[in-house]
């Protein structure tokens, strides 16, 4: 059995609350917004997913790492979140073959670790406070210091984070062979989205998050996919005018929680960033065009307006969140465009969103100009 050599932590808060644990995982200090995730599993995914790029999470369930870490359920290629905070950090894990420990995963890639922590007291905190900026220090500095270093973090609101986590040059994933084109902007994106869309037949090329529509284009796509990510949607006017255009060419196309946010703008709809935002595995949803209800996998911290949406009479609101009742879908009317605020891919997460999948792909077959395609 491994154990950790647990040294005195400390949690400070951007409104001066201060919570004291034990260090694990890099020696060192860590800042970004604080949120919290309510999943009781998938911790490895949540570390993994970009769109936690800038943000301290906390993990609500209180037994982090008990069943290790496996190579095949990352969702990206290094873990995102700026550093980790939960109640205890377990360093043996219950499963055999290529798995290796949360504690070895973690220092490997430099995350510092703030355990032994009041977890239900922080979650309470924010719940009531707000998201807000944080420190959490495992090198014995004083508060006073950590007060210096925290007042120079910037805002999460208007911080635009894609650049961060997106590629830089275009990459193609699935098989060659397919009959359908999809291009993705990765904002963020994930990597059981692209899986998603390689199970349903299709060919993808991953393009850097502001790429053109004109360079999208001249690989003659069949679709679009604009995929989740960090940061404020405001940020990215260049991602939204390429929106515009896609819209505009009446190509389908789906967006993903950024991508949702981003469509929204291309539609003429403002965002706001919310109190502390959805983030768990566990999120009641109800698509108004079917009446049915779904268990969802979410974690944003801006929304869409939703007045301005129930007044644009060229929008249709598809889904709503039936905790706060935040509009968690959106559809442009006589275009092939949708968009849902939550994950349909899930990892981690229930599969019950993964047939926007298949809408969209109905979309694409029905607007596909590819005669092969068609037939296929």
């Excluded at 014995?140 to 590629?167: F, Q, R, Y």
């Excluded at 926007?356 to 979309?363: G, N, R, S, V």
Aim: overall charge negative.
């Amino acid at each position: 059995m491994k154990y950790i050599s647990k040294k005195p932590a400390v949690l400070l808060l951007e409104d001066g609350t201060i919570f004291y644990g034990k260090a694990a995982g890099a020696i060192g200090n860590a800042t970004g917004e604080i949120c919290f995730n309510t999943g009781m599993t998938g911790y490895q995914e949540i570390f993994t997913d970009p769109s936690y790029a800038g943000q301290l999470m906390v993990m609500a369930s209180v037994h982090i790492g008990n069943y290790g870490i496996q190579d095949a359920e990352s969702e990206s290629s290094r873990i995102h979140i700026a550093g980790l905070i939960c109640r205890n950090l377990s360093t043996t894990f219950s499963r055999t073959g290529d798995t290796i420990s949360i504690q070895d995963f973690l220092k490997r890639q430099n995350i510092v670790v703030l355990t032994d922590i009041d977890t239900r007291a922080i979650v309470r905190h924010i719940r009531s406070k707000g998201a807000m900026n944080a420190i959490i220090s495992t090198t014995g500095e004083s508060v006073d210091e950590l007060t210096t270093k925290l007042k120079a973090i910037p805002s999460m609101e208007g911080l635009e984070l894609s650049s961060v986590v997106s590629t830089k040059e275009p990459y193609f994933y699935g098989d060659p062979a397919s009959p359908y084109r999809i291009a993705v902007m990765d904002e963020g994106v994930k990597t059981n989205t692209l899986r998603n869309l390689s199970n349903r037949n299709c060919y993808i090329q991953v393009f850097p998050y502001n790429a053109s529509f004109e360079e999208m284009q001249a690989w003659n796509p069949d679709g679009y996919l604009i995929s989740n990510g960090p940061g404020d949607p405001s940020a990215l006017p260049q991602v939204v005018e390429c929106l515009k255009k896609i819209v505009a060419a009446e190509v389908p196309l789906m967006g993903i929680c950024l991508g949702h946010q981003l469509l929204a703008l291309a539609s003429g709809i403002s965002t706001f960033k919310m109190h502390h935002g959805h983030r768990g595995i566990n999120h009641p949803v109800k698509n108004i065009i079917t009446s049915k209800s779904e268990i969802t996998s979410q974690n944003h911290g801006f929304a869409v307006n939703k007045m301005e949406i129930e007044n644009a009479s060229h929008l249709e609101i598809t889904h709503v969140n039936l905790n706060d009742n935040s509009i968690e879908g959106i559809r442009v009317k006589g275009k092939p465009a949708f968009s849902v605020q939550y994950h349909p891919e899930a990892a981690p997460g229930p599969h019950d969103a993964e047939y926007l999948f298949d809408d969209f792909m109905a979309l694409v077959r029905q607007y596909s100009t590819n005669t092969a395609a068609i037939d296929a």
